[in-house]
Structure formats: C-alpha cells, structure tokens
C-alpha cells in the first residue's frame, strides 16, 4: 500500500461516519443540540466539509468545491463565503440548516475531490514544505494528517451528539 492509498482509506471513512450519524434525521434535529451551547449535528457535518474543502484546495492549488461547484448558493447560509465554522458564536453554529442529503452530498463531493488530489501525489510529495511559519515547517503529510485529525474527530463527535439526542432518552 502507498501512502497515497492509505490517506485515500483513511479519509474514506469520514463520509461513512457522518452519513451515519446525519441519515435519516430531519432538519430540526440536524439542528438541534446535546447541550445547550453545543455544536449541532448540522454544523458539524458542514464543518467537516468545509474544514476539508478549504485546506485540500489550498494543497491542490484548485478552487473550492464550495464555490467552484456552486455548494455555498445550495446551502444559502448567511454568511460570507469563506466562511467555514471557525470561531463561530452559538448563534452562528444555530444557523447552519440544511438537510441531511444537502449535508452528506456536499462532503461526498469534497471528498471526491480530496480522493483526486490523493491520488496524485507520491511519497516524495508528502515532504514537500507547506507552511514554513512552524518549528518544524509544517509539510503536505502533516498538513494531511491534521485535516484528516480534525475531520475524525467532528464525524465522532457527531455520532456521539446523534446517540446523546435521540438514543439516550
């Protein structure tokens, strides 16, 4: 297995876990919480998505499914564009409304486009020096590892939230 192959299985499981804990589940909950002040399931999967989108494109050198694939007027949020959950207050995290097939369609098309990008890097590429601001420099494999880090950790605190709201009762 190369590296590229294992990032590819790595980053595939991501869309599995969010369809999971989204699947089925209707606008108002995808918005609501666990907890008052909590992330809703809604802006998690999207900041998954969006999380993924911004740093693989910035990698890529390409243009963000968001905007480039016309994601950002299908979810009509109201925010900028660029927009992509960080440092949201809890009324913006609020905002973010969208049903689970806009949801999952989104990260499975961010996640096509992370797969392409996978695919065309060798293991020479992975050391590649991407933000030189850090002691050490941080490189595209590490940039990689971090997307993907945060991307697992929101999928299974979505899971988590989906068994808090509707499970636990």
Do not use: K
């Not at 968001?66 to 900028?80: E, I």
């Not at 995290?93 to 949801?103: E, I, P």
């Amino acid at each position: 297995m190369t590296p590229a192959e294992l990032l590819v299985e790595a980053f595939s499981r991501v869309p599995e876990t969010v369809e999971r804990a989204v699947g089925g589940l209707s606008e108002d909950q995808l918005a609501s919480r666990p907890a008052a002040g909590a992330n809703t399931l809604a802006w998690l999967a999207w900041h998954i998505a969006r999380g993924q989108d911004t740093q693989v494109a910035a990698l890529a050198g390409s243009e963000q499914v968001w905007t480039a694939d016309g994601w950002v007027d299908r979810f009509g949020l109201p925010f900028p564009a660029e927009a992509l959950g960080y440092g949201m207050s809890r009324d913006d995290v609020g905002r973010v409304r969208a049903s689970a097939d806009l949801l999952t369609g989104y990260l499975r098309a961010v996640h096509e486009r992370t797969v392409a990008y996978l695919r065309t890097l060798g293991p020479e590429d992975l050391d590649v020096v991407v933000d030189a601001d850090y002691d050490p420099p941080v490189t595209v494999g590490v940039r990689l590892v971090s997307i993907l880090d945060d991307c697992v950790q929101h999928a299974g605190q979505a899971g988590y939230a989906r068994g808090v709201l509707f499970f636990n009762r």
